[in-house]
């Protein structure tokens, strides 16, 4: 037996993010790179680790193996600690065969002896995909207060664009009313963030009485949710102020990273108190060249920077050969933008490359997002 | 049994170092924009192979051992082997020069009695040089040899080095001192592990002496050779040689020989954020690590982590160390401003390339 929680973290890990496909055909969604040196799981990593929440099983199932390589022992977290960690709960065989995680709320049942090993009193369930910095303690005591069965963390949106959401309808307590995917006609802009706290017993029910159903989805907002409101459960909404943004398309990705680049940005990676930790290899600091000019840009170390950077992010260990020039652009790690190239309102995948002289990306506003792929080699030599 | 362990000296004197020595050891300054002098001898023991090393520290270590921890950036927190944190000996610094002082090695003879090998890789902490230690071994134990001596050509005159003399291909003695273009020592050997522990036992009663100057009358009776090492390396015992190492590093073919793939120089990490760039930021021939904010011009220096430079601020062939600010349009010019300096807005701080000017830790305040 493992010495008891109060409250462990299930972080869902598994989804292919096909919506960022070229940088997702050899990695999962959550092990992206993001912001120069982070990967995207970092973020609600190091919010587990700045909330002190020091047992987070991670559920992988697309293409594991660079997800799992860049976890590892949960130590670049302070999570390899002899009571907790990190676990990498994949799907598994069972006596009576094997399974596929069938859905959010289907690999977390899958998972019951996990969250049993630890037996806590509530559980935290987030997603691997989002960009956010938030004290998980806060919405554990708002939880409490509230005496709640779950918490849905929500955040107000735009009216017109409450119906791109899942739209929880609270009353004036905060007490979860009615809960609507993607409503046309919205009674609330309070959008579900994908983050739940859930009191251990009322998940371990509602999750083995979701197994039995033929005709769920086993998903959290399909059909957990509603199944809990219509059991008159106490359902609570916990309303975030700060930042918070789901990265899983181009745009919105490329957008995210931009933002970055403010003066003074709505989200900062510089905040010391709540550091956002990674898994990084030790890299030399960064040479930015004689005739290099650098404005308006993050830079990771490793790279060496000979040509022009302008408004952009250039992740770890990246190459920008002389007379290079790259605007408003988000250089995955080890790109190489060789001489003389031109790169654009483009996204450039891990160690990719666009040769000398070829120009990728437009600053036609009204073309979309240049993408280049992972390992992807545009110009001479590569595809046109 | 393994084939070789290591054993890193730090504990020899280093007035030239200077400033730069207040609070830390000489193997715990920083270097190259996020690590420090040790990273260099560490990651070749760990790149080589090599997962017992014993560290043998100065009097005050606090530095240091904040830096090394438990060993576990070079993966030397183990089971079997690991990073053993050895005592040197307090008033032991015989000479001007030495740095493998026997007495150091006898007192910690339990580490080698226990860490039994076939060979021992000995080296300081201030041989900036990514050198494979694992082909030195090779090497040595091809020829047979008692004693391999790591030597290069100096580059310079250069009276913190040992001059290596030879004939017939066997080293015959050294001598203090070296003159540009004159075979140096590396300061660094393999020595067969019987030798070493029958010599620590003969000399018990010199161990006051440097291991080469015990060894001085022997050279005849033992075959000690020499391995050139034609790489790039620098060992850093002055001031002065620090400054013009660190601006070597602005070249990027040095850089990419210290700081290659296949043999990575570890340090501990930090989780800076990427440096940032504001708008109007110029920086050119630089070294810039992660968690730098520039919103000023900086030309031919080297930052560490967490440097400011404000806006109008400039900074001319200089070093600048971890978490200073450089406040709105000061002027910061051959100069190297170690940690945590905050340099008030419009100051000027010159030195010349000849005297360059030295800021020490926590000198200044705004």
Redesign the interface.
């Known amino acids: 037996m493992a010495k008891k929680k109060e409250c462990i973290a299930m972080l869902l890990a598994g989804g292919q993010g096909s919506r960022l496909g070229a940088l997702t055909k050899s990695v999962a969604k959550p092990a992206v790179s993001f912001?120069?040196?982070y990967r995207i799981i970092d973020f609600s990593l190091s919010n587990c680790a700045n909330s002190h929440i020091d047992t987070v099983g991670v559920l992988t199932q697309y293409r594991p193996l660079r997800l799992n390589a860049y976890l590892g022992t949960g130590?670049a977290w302070d999570m390899d600690g002899r009571d907790g960690g990190v676990f990498i709960l994949p799907p598994y065989a069972t006596e009576s065969g094997a399974e596929w995680y069938k859905g959010t709320a289907d690999a977390i049942y899958q998972n019951i002896d996990f969250i049993d090993l630890y037996d806590p009193e509530y559980v935290l369930i987030l997603s691997g995909d989002h960009i956010y910095r938030m004290d998980y303690q806060d919405m554990l005591r708002n939880h409490k207060e509230h005496n709640a069965d779950l918490s849905v963390s929500v955040m107000q949106v735009p009216w017109e664009e409450a119906p791109r959401f899942g739209i929880m309808t609270a009353d004036s307590e905060g007490r979860i009313v009615k809960f609507s995917e993607k409503p046309k006609n919205p009674d609330s802009n309070l959008a579900s963030m994908g983050i739940y706290i859930f009191t251990a017993s009322v998940l371990k029910k509602a999750l083995i009485e979701d197994a039995k159903d033929p005709n769920s989805d086993h998903d959290f907002g399909g059909n957990i949710i509603p199944n809990l409101l219509r059991e008159q459960k106490r359902l609570f909404t916990y309303e975030f102020q700060g930042f918070w943004k789901d990265v899983g398309t181009f745009s919105s990705y490329h957008q995210t990273n931009m933002e970055l680049?403010d003066?003074h940005p709505a989200f900062d990676?510089?905040d010391p108190d709540r550091?956002?930790?990674?898994n990084?290899?030790?890299?030399?600091?960064?040479?930015?060249?004689?005739?290099?000019?650098?404005?308006?840009?993050?830079?990771?170390?490793g790279s060496?920077v000979l040509g022009t950077?302008d408004h952009s992010?250039?992740?770890t260990d990246t190459f920008i050969g002389e007379g290079a020039c790259v605007k408003d652009s988000v250089i995955l790690p080890g790109a190489r933008i060789e001489a003389g190239a031109r790169v654009v309102r483009a996204i450039m995948g891990e160690n990719s490359v666009v040769t000398q002289n070829s120009v990728f990306g437009s600053e036609d506003l009204s073309v979309p997002i240049a993408v280049l792929g992972n390992e992807a080699v545009y110009g001479e030599g590569g595809k046109k | 049994m393994d084939r070789a362990i290591g054993i890193i000296t730090t504990n020899y004197d280093t007035p030239e170092l200077r400033e730069l020595i207040n609070g830390r050891t000489a193997a715990s300054v920083p270097f190259?924009?996020?690590y420090r002098m040790i990273d260099f001898a560490l990651s070749n023991m760990v790149n080589a192979g090599i997962t017992s090393v014993g560290l043998i520290t100065p009097y005050k270590y606090r530095s240091l051992l904040d830096h090394v921890g438990a060993g576990?950036?070079w993966s030397l927190d183990r089971k079997s082997g690991g990073l053993f944190v050895l005592p040197g000996s307090v008033f032991g610094i015989s000479s001007p020069g030495s740095r493998f002082l026997l007495r150091d090695l006898r007192r910690n003879l339990v580490f080698l009695t226990r860490a039994a090998a076939r060979y021992v890789v000995l080296t300081t902490a201030n041989v900036v040089a990514n050198m494979d230690f694992a082909d030195l071994i090779n090497v040595h134990e091809k020829s047979g040899a008692d004693i391999t001596m790591a030597c290069v050509d100096a580059t310079r005159d250069e009276k913190n080095l040992s001059n290596v003399h030879v004939e017939n291909g066997k080293v015959t003695g050294t001598s203090k001192g070296v003159k540009a273009g004159e075979l140096a020592f590396a300061d660094t050997f393999v020595v067969t592990y019987e030798l070493l522990m029958k010599l620590l036992e003969w000399y018990g009663a010199i161990d006051y002496l440097d291991f080469f100057e015990v060894i001085s009358g022997d050279y005849d009776k033992m075959d000690v050779r020499t391995y050139k090492f034609e790489g790039y390396l620098r060992t850093i015992y002055a001031a002065e040689n620090y400054f013009r190492n660190s601006m070597n590093l602005?070249n990027?073919a040095v850089?990419d020989e210290?700081?290659r793939k296949d043999r990575?120089?570890?340090?501990k990490?930090t989780?800076a954020?990427?440096?940032?760039?504001?708008?109007?930021?110029?920086?050119?021939?630089?070294?810039?690590?992660?968690?730098c904010?520039i919103e000023g011009t900086v030309e031919d220096s080297?930052?560490f982590r967490g440097v400011t430079v404000c806006k109008g601020a400039v900074v001319k062939n200089s070093i600048i160390m971890q978490s200073c600010t450089i406040g709105e349009n000061a002027v910061v010019e051959n100069a190297i401003i170690d940690r945590s300096n905050k340099i008030a807005p419009g100051t000027v701080l010159k030195g010349s390339p000849d005297a360059i000017l030295i800021k020490e830790k926590n000198e200044l305040a705004i």
């Open positions: 912001g120069g040196k130590h680049l003066e990676l510089f550091p956002i930790l990674s990084t290899n030790t890299q030399p600091p960064q040479y930015i060249g004689p005739r290099a000019c650098v404005s308006e840009s993050i830079v990771a170390n060496r950077v992010v250039i992740s | 190259a924009g996020r576990s950036e602005l990027p850089a210290l700081f990575p120089i570890m340090t990490i989780d954020p990427p440096a940032k760039y504001a708008a109007g930021s110029k920086v050119t021939n630089s070294l810039i690590p992660a968690g904010h080297v930052l």
